[in-house]
């Protein structure tokens, strides 16, 4: 492979921990629907637990059931929509922040992130992290299709960084959607399977494998001289 230019991250439990972010929203929904969920506190440690438990992808409505409420017709629409556009408080986990500083004078920096643009938006910018990439690609603003795993937005972000794939490397936490574009261009791909990760446990898609997997990104440096 030729020498690497360009390093690339995923975002959520990648550069920081999600379940924070998913707190954060919790307690912003605990506040701003206090009149029928009751004490805050108590109810934001219940959405916690169900975040954490198969009722992950639906946790308003497990919470209402849970609490023995009925759904008005719009209910958990405007839960969800104050779970997206909360301002977060989350911050860089520390092994990212050193990993950010370390690259910046070698390195094009990228970030490639799935998911709706105005809630990664806000995340990016709760972490302060406009003016430490040199792109930034949030998949959505492509329109639908181009979504991990499609190759498409690697493709984009390669042309915003003006680096070619197989000079650009790939680091993310979920097996499942993360790497299988990036493999079929020719990048480098690598797993930061932090212990406890949301996605640690995923199984990698057909082509998705990571080409290494990093505990933690104190061994990124390492991953990327052994290419």
Same mark, same amino acid.
């Given at each position: 492979?030729?020498?690497?230019?360009?390093?690339?991250?995923?975002?959520?439990? @990648?550069?920081?921990?999600?379940?924070?972010?998913?707190?954060?929203? &919790?307690?912003?929904?605990?506040?701003?629907?206090?009149?029928?969920?009751?004490?805050?506190?108590?109810?934001?440690? $219940?959405?916690?637990?169900?975040?954490?438990?198969?009722?992950?992808?639906?946790? +308003?409505?497990?919470?209402?059931?849970?609490? %023995?409420? *009925?759904?008005? #017709?719009?209910?958990?629409?405007?839960?969800?929509? @104050?779970?997206?556009?909360?301002?977060?408080?989350?911050?860089? &986990?520390?092994?990212?922040?050193?990993?950010?500083?370390?690259?910046?004078?070698?390195?094009?920096?990228?970030?490639? *992130?799935?998911?709706?643009?105005? *809630?990664? %938006?806000?995340?990016?910018?709760?972490?302060?992290?406009?003016?430490? &990439?040199?792109?930034?690609? $949030? *998949?959505?603003? !492509?329109?639908?299709? &181009?979504?991990?795993?499609?190759?498409?937005? +690697?493709?984009?972000?390669? @042309?915003? !960084?003006?680096?070619?794939?197989?000079?650009?490397?790939?680091?993310?936490? /979920?097996?499942?959607?993360? +790497?299988? #574009?990036? =493999?079929?261009?020719?990048?480098?791909?690598?797993?930061?399977?932090?212990?406890?990760?949301?996605?640690?446990?995923? /199984?990698?898609?057909?082509?998705?494998?990571?080409?290494?997997?990093?505990?933690?990104?104190?061994?990124?440096? #390492?991953?990327? =001289?052994?290419?």
């Amino acid at each position: 492979m030729p020498d690497i230019a360009a390093v690339v991250f995923d975002l959520d439990d @990648t550069l920081y921990p999600e379940r924070e972010y998913a707190l954060s929203g &919790f307690r912003a929904v605990a506040d701003a629907f206090a009149d029928r969920l009751g004490n805050p506190s108590d109810s934001a440690a $219940i959405m916690l637990r169900l975040f954490e438990s198969e009722h992950r992808p639906r946790v +308003f409505d497990a919470l209402l059931a849970e609490m %023995g409420l *009925t759904d008005d #017709g719009a209910l958990i629409e405007r839960m969800l929509e @104050t779970y997206r556009n909360h301002i977060p408080t989350i911050r860089l &986990f520390d092994d990212a922040e050193d990993a950010l500083k370390a690259l910046r004078a070698d390195y094009r920096l990228g970030l490639l *992130t799935d998911g709706r643009l105005g *809630t990664q %938006g806000l995340k990016i910018d709760a972490l302060d992290l406009r003016d430490r &990439f040199d792109a930034i690609l $949030i *998949t959505s603003e !492509l329109g639908p299709g &181009f979504s991990k795993p499609s190759p498409r937005p +690697f493709e984009f972000i390669s @042309t915003r !960084l003006q680096v070619l794939g197989s000079r650009s490397v790939y680091v993310a936490d /979920n097996p499942d959607k993360d +790497f299988a #574009g990036p =493999n079929a261009l020719g990048w480098m791909s690598i797993q930061i399977k932090r212990k406890g990760g949301i996605y640690a446990d995923e /199984n990698p898609v057909s082509g998705g494998e990571p080409q290494h997997i990093i505990e933690t990104m104190d061994h990124l440096m #390492g991953a990327i =001289n052994r290419s």
